[in-house]
């Protein structure tokens, strides 16, 4: 079962006939100031009775984003979304829920990701109500229902995926550090997908916090800086190689100078130490022949 709309009346229509019933039963009153007449008497006990159990009681006011279920004797009559002053069955037991979007902070959690390393993760989730039958009747307490489930899926998101790739790894595989936008997607759907049978729409889904647990987080930190290392040091190698392979092929090119296997062997190392060097070197100068 799903939400439904109930019927309502004019709010102000039904306080007006409120209203006159009340100014009856008090002219009648008056009227039988000396109690000769007894109907009038009981004519005003009767409408104000009438006035005090079906009109007045069936008042009602609907703020803007904001509901009201109607439940008639353990029976759910339907849902009021329209905004004002209504009337309805005075019977009605009339339950109040929000539309509001709101937010939820998850607190941290410390889980294992894929590979088995401690990290903390935490998520900012933002949500509404769209089925208010749902929200009532189908869970014991949709907010807190929504607290559980979104801690459910942040664990299980943690799980399926490590923090962050090495080189060991592949470079395509997803990281809950370097996927954030397909990480948020796929944490908002398995909400989403949870969340359905409180009646609740998820708005959207990112993780507002992700680290290491303390107590690896200086041996990661040192690993992503190897890594880090490594790969700049690749890259140097990488340019320098192509500046000397540039180099000989130009002095071959332009016959400035004839070179043996020895002496290729000599400038290339020469070249590399200069090049693929983290400080500054101070080269020697060779005043004498090329063979000397």
Same mark, same amino acid.
């Given at each position: 079962?799903?939400?439904?709309?109930?019927?309502?009346?004019?709010?102000?229509?039904? *306080? +007006?006939?409120?209203?006159?019933? *009340?100014?009856? +039963? $008090? &002219?009648?009153?008056?009227?039988?100031?000396?109690?000769?007449? +007894?109907?009038?008497? /009981? *004519? +005003?006990? &009767?409408?104000? $009775?009438?006035? !005090? =159990? *079906?009109?007045? #009681?069936?008042? @009602? =006011? &609907?703020? #803007?984003?904001?509901?009201?279920?109607?439940?008639?004797?353990?029976?759910?009559?339907?849902?009021?979304?329209?905004?004002?002053? @209504?009337?309805?069955? #005075? %019977? %009605? =037991?009339?339950?109040?829920?929000?539309?509001?979007?709101?937010?939820? !902070?998850?607190?941290?959690?410390?889980?294992?990701?894929?590979?088995?390393?401690? $990290?903390?993760?935490?998520?900012?989730?933002?949500?509404?109500?769209?089925?208010? %039958?749902?929200? %009532?009747?189908?869970?014991?307490?949709?907010?807190?229902?929504?607290? =559980?489930?979104?801690?459910?899926?942040?664990?299980?998101?943690?799980? !399926?995926?490590?923090?962050?790739?090495?080189?060991?790894?592949?470079?395509?595989?997803?990281?809950?550090?370097? !996927?954030?936008?397909?990480?948020?997607?796929?944490?908002?759907?398995?909400l989403q997908e949870r969340l359905d049978r409180a009646g609740v729409h998820v708005i959207e889904a990112r993780l507002s916090h992700l680290a290491y647990a303390p107590e690896i987080a200086e041996a990661m930190l040192r690993r992503q800086q190897a890594s880090a290392v490594v790969a700049a040091?690749?890259? /140097?190698?990488?340019?320098?190689?192509?500046?000397?392979?540039?180099?000989?092929?130009?002095?071959?090119?332009?016959h400035l100078v004839e070179l043996d296997e020895e002496r290729k062997a000599v400038m290339v190392s020469n070249l590399l130490v200069v090049l693929?060097?983290?400080?500054?070197?101070? #080269?020697?100068?060779?005043?004498?022949?090329?063979?000397?």
């Amino acid at each position: 079962m799903s939400e439904k709309v109930t019927k309502v009346y004019n709010g102000f229509l039904m *306080l +007006a006939v409120g209203l006159i019933l *009340l100014a009856a +039963a $008090i &002219v009648l009153f008056i009227l039988n100031a000396d109690g000769s007449d +007894a109907w009038m008497t /009981i *004519l +005003a006990v &009767v409408l104000i $009775i009438a006035d !005090s =159990i *079906l009109v007045f #009681p069936g008042l @009602f =006011i &609907v703020n #803007p984003n904001e509901a009201k279920v109607m439940v008639l004797f353990g029976k759910y009559a339907g849902t009021v979304r329209q905004n004002g002053f @209504f009337w309805a069955n #005075p %019977f %009605f =037991i009339k339950k109040k829920i929000s539309l509001r979007a709101r937010n939820l !902070s998850g607190q941290k959690l410390k889980v294992n990701d894929k590979i088995g390393n401690p $990290i903390e993760i935490a998520a900012v989730i933002v949500w509404k109500v769209n089925d208010t %039958f749902k929200a %009532f009747f189908d869970v014991d307490n949709y907010e807190q229902y929504v607290i =559980i489930q979104s801690e459910a899926s942040v664990r299980h998101l943690a799980q !399926s995926y490590p923090y962050d790739s090495f080189e060991d790894m592949g470079q395509e595989q997803l990281t809950l550090r370097s !996927s954030t936008d397909k990480i948020s997607q796929m944490l908002e759907a398995e909400l989403q997908e949870r969340l359905d049978r409180a009646g609740v729409h998820v708005i959207e889904a990112r993780l507002s916090h992700l680290a290491y647990a303390p107590e690896i987080a200086e041996a990661m930190l040192r690993r992503q800086q190897a890594s880090a290392v490594v790969a700049a040091r690749s890259q /140097i190698v990488h340019g320098a190689v192509s500046m000397v392979e540039m180099a000989l092929n130009q002095l071959a090119d332009k016959h400035l100078v004839e070179l043996d296997e020895e002496r290729k062997a000599v400038m290339v190392s020469n070249l590399l130490v200069v090049l693929c060097s983290e400080s500054s070197t101070t #080269p020697v100068i060779n005043a004498g022949t090329l063979y000397q």
